[in-house]
């Protein structure tokens, strides 16, 4: 886990060393101060000599100038090198999520990546840029004025260890319990983020159903789950700050009343006093530092986790060794192929599937709800690999087949299709990056989108807004018909995309496919019987099986499901699963 996060770090070694360095010089600096006031009480102040003050006076301003811009120095670094880390991290987990499959995102959730690319990197940058600059810190102020303190009067000074040892106990208890309610909280961002990410983007659909309460609470929910763990964990560390004062007072306390005596004695200067009082406020402070390091830690340990978890992932879809980069031809086989979303799940999603089809065949497909029509298609543009059996498009097996050549030969209009924000022309260009202008007005003539693209102010320069939402569902779907003809594929998969187009357009699209890309194999999905009737053959699916495969005609005869839905439909008009969908 750590070599994913230290390879992201690599860039900064300088800073990584530079930083520690620089804050050693601050602490040496802070050292010498205490020692040089000292110097000025017993020597400059108790005997009256003005020249000494003056003298150890300047060394001082100097001495404070260094550490001063040591500091600021070391700050810089531990950002520079902080922020840097954060970018890397960020831009190695997105180049992954880019490669990442259907089920890998499936495996980590949308909101869970998002909670992942910021709450958690920032975390760690935190994280980075602290340790950066209090590793070397703290616990150098701890020995140097410990030793420093130990040399002016041990006797003194064994006070400091009775008090280390009780705030150490103390701050122990404190983090141990804060760290607790911390590592519970990022399962609640990625709720959080659930929540928001669902609204925002189906806000029409919240407006539609007026569930904006319903949705309110549940943010409502997730927002005081957050607050309720960082109430918790922020009222056990608010106890650092006092019980460290606390101890520091007692310390004074303790100091003066001894000290006090000492210097009667004659044992011990005022000066000494002094700069003991001072390295005490120092052992203590880098006490605390200290202490929030191990929170700070412990903490971004639960993110360093998480986002290794992004960055370890592989895609369980990979280009094998020696791809196939060229399809022959758009015939697709089904060789006793069954599917399974998760590996353990007991139940398949498609059984054994076994089926063949021509190059340049129309297959209509139809099934009830939850058939496994979407899964089926998924399959063969590889947006899922097969649990069982092989499935051949041009008589190669889809894994030996370079993805990027197998995706732009079989073209899917998928059934949650969306369009990017974007002109017209460059949302249908995602199906081939130098299509000219030509090829986009005859693909769009293809898909019956001209008529009403050339109606709008803008034509083909008509920008269309975030997920499409300035066209209506029908010319949608017609948008995104021609943006997959573009390519030209070998294999054209429509998955329900008619559904929103009147029946007098959506014949007229099928008769424009069967006259114009007569070489392209189409797979239509569809509810309506009219839509696929005239199609070579019919594929019947009921729950994950083939129930039939045959013409029109053949399953009018012979299938059961078939015939009740055709039934239904010219009778009633009625849609496929009203009746006998699930017969
Ligand atoms: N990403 C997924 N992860 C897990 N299970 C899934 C996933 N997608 C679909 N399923 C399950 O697989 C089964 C088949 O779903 P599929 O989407 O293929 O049906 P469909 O025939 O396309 O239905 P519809 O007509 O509603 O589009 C369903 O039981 C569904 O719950
Ligand atoms: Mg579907």
């Keep these: 886990m750590l070599k994913l996060l230290v390879a992201q770090f690599k860039e900064f070694k300088k800073e990584a060393i530079l930083t520690p360095l620089m804050m050693v010089f601050e602490v040496i600096m802070e050292m010498v101060i205490p020692l040089l006031m000292a110097s000025i009480i017993d020597n400059g102040v108790e005997k009256s000599d003005l020249n000494h003050i003056y003298f150890i006076g300047v060394i001082m301003i100097v001495a404070a100038a260094l550490g001063l811009l040591f500091g600021v120095l070391g700050g810089q670094l531990a950002a520079k090198a902080s922020c840097g880390f954060a970018r890397n991290l960020r831009r190695s987990m997105y180049e992954n999520i880019q490669t990442f499959s259907f089920s890998n995102i499936d495996k980590f959730s949308t909101a869970g990546l998002v909670t992942r690319l910021t709450t958690d990197v920032t975390n760690l940058q935190n994280a980075v840029q602290m340790i950066l600059r209090m590793c070397a810190r703290a616990p150098l102020t701890l020995i140097v004025a410990m030793i420093m303190s130990f040399s002016l009067s041990p006797r003194l000074s064994s006070i400091f260890l009775v008090a280390?040892?009780?705030?150490?106990?103390?701050?122990?208890?404190?983090?141990?319990?804060?760290?607790?309610?911390?590592?519970?909280?990022?399962?609640?961002?990625?709720?959080?983020?659930?929540?928001?990410?669902?609204?925002?983007?189906?806000?029409?659909?919240?407006?539609?159903?007026?569930?904006?309460?319903?949705?309110?609470?549940?943010?409502?929910?997730?927002?005081?789950?957050?607050?309720?763990?960082?109430?918790?964990?922020?009222?056990?560390?608010?106890?650092?700050?006092?019980?460290?004062?606390?101890?520091?007072?007692?310390?004074?306390?303790?100091?003066?009343?001894?000290?006090?005596?000492?210097?009667?004695?004659?044992?011990?200067?005022?000066?000494?006093?002094?700069?003991?009082?001072?390295?005490?406020?120092?052992?203590?402070?880098?006490?605390?530092m200290l202490s929030m390091i191990f929170?700070?830690?412990?903490?971004?340990?639960?993110?360093?986790?998480?986002?290794?978890?992004v960055l370890a992932e592989e895609s369980n879809l990979t280009n094998p060794d020696h791809a196939i980069t060229t399809v022959k031809d758009g015939s697709i086989h089904f060789d006793h192929?069954?599917?399974?979303?998760?590996?353990?799940?007991?139940?398949?999603?498609?059984?054994?599937?076994?089926?063949?089809?021509?190059?340049?065949?129309?297959?209509?497909?139809?099934?009830?709800?939850?058939?496994?029509?979407?899964?089926?298609?998924?399959?063969?543009?590889?947006?899922?690999?097969?649990s069982e059996g092989q499935l051949l498009v041009g008589g190669v097996d889809v894994r030996n087949y370079d993805l990027e050549t197998l995706r732009r030969e079989v073209a899917v209009v998928l059934q949650k299709n969306v369009l990017f924000s974007g002109t017209i022309l460059e949302n249908l260009r995602w199906g081939k990056k130098d299509a000219t202008r030509e090829e986009c007005i005859h693909a769009c003539k293809l898909a019956c989108a001209d008529e009403f693209i050339e109606k709008m102010p803008d034509g083909y320069e008509t920008y269309i807004e975030q997920g499409g939402s300035n066209v209506s569902g029908g010319q949608k779907q017609r948008l995104c018909i021609a943006r997959a003809l573009i390519s030209k594929p070998k294999v054209l998969i429509l998955d329900d995309s008619t559904s929103a187009v009147d029946t007098a357009t959506d014949a007229k699209i099928r008769e424009a496919f069967a006259t114009e890309i007569p070489g392209t194999t189409k797979l239509i999905i569809a509810q309506r019987i009219s839509s696929i009737q005239n199609s070579d053959k019919i594929l019947v699916l009921n729950n994950g099986r083939v129930d039939g495969f045959g013409t029109h005609e053949e399953l009018l005869k012979t299938n059961e499901i078939y015939r009740e839905v055709y039934e239904s439909q010219t009778q009633g008009g009625g849609d496929f699963d009203e009746n006998g969908g699930e017969a």
């Design 164 to 288: 280390i040892v009780i705030l150490a106990c103390v701050l122990a208890l404190i983090i141990s319990k804060a760290t607790k309610y911390f590592t519970q909280v990022f399962p609640k961002y990625d709720e959080l983020n659930a929540s928001v990410q669902e609204n925002v983007s189906s806000i029409r659909v919240v407006k539609a159903y007026v569930r904006e309460d319903y949705e309110r609470t549940k943010f409502e929910k997730a927002s005081q789950n957050i607050y309720n763990m960082f109430c918790k964990a922020e009222n056990v560390i608010v106890w650092n700050m006092p019980v460290m004062q606390f101890t520091v007072y007692v310390c004074i306390l303790l100091l003066s009343w001894f000290g006090a005596h000492m210097i009667v004695d004659g044992s011990l200067t005022t000066g000494d006093l002094m700069a003991l009082l001072s390295y005490c406020m120092n052992i203590l402070i880098s006490l605390m």
């Design 337 to 386: 192929v069954s599917f399974r979303y998760h590996k353990e799940s007991e139940e398949p999603v498609l059984d054994d599937i076994n089926i063949q089809i021509q190059s340049g065949e129309t297959i209509g497909i139809i099934g009830g709800t939850g058939s496994s029509k979407s899964s089926l298609v998924n399959l063969i543009s590889r947006l899922y690999d097969v």
């Design 295 to 309: 929170v700070m830690v412990t903490l971004s340990a639960a993110s360093a986790r998480r986002v290794s978890e």
